[in-house]
């Protein structure tokens, strides 16, 4: 298989999610002001979800 077949058989979302993730990434590498409260909300969150299980 060379690689004009790979990417024409590729389907369009995906290369919009790549778009999308490519984009989220670059902009994750500046820094940004975030509230308190919603810096602590995942890991309550995932504190929550682990201790749910048992």
Do not use: C, K
């Not at 790979?6 to 993730?21: E, G, T």
């Not at 810096?39 to 309550?44: A, D, E, M, Q, S």
Request: proline residues 4%; aromatic residues 18%.
């Amino acid at each position: 298989m060379n690689l004009s077949e790979f990417f024409s058989h590729v389907p369009v979302w995906v290369w919009l999610l790549l778009a999308f993730l490519l984009r989220r990434g670059y902009a994750a590498l500046y820094d940004r002001q975030m509230s308190t409260g919603r810096l602590f909300l995942l890991p309550v969150l995932f504190l929550i979800w682990g201790g749910g299980t048992q």
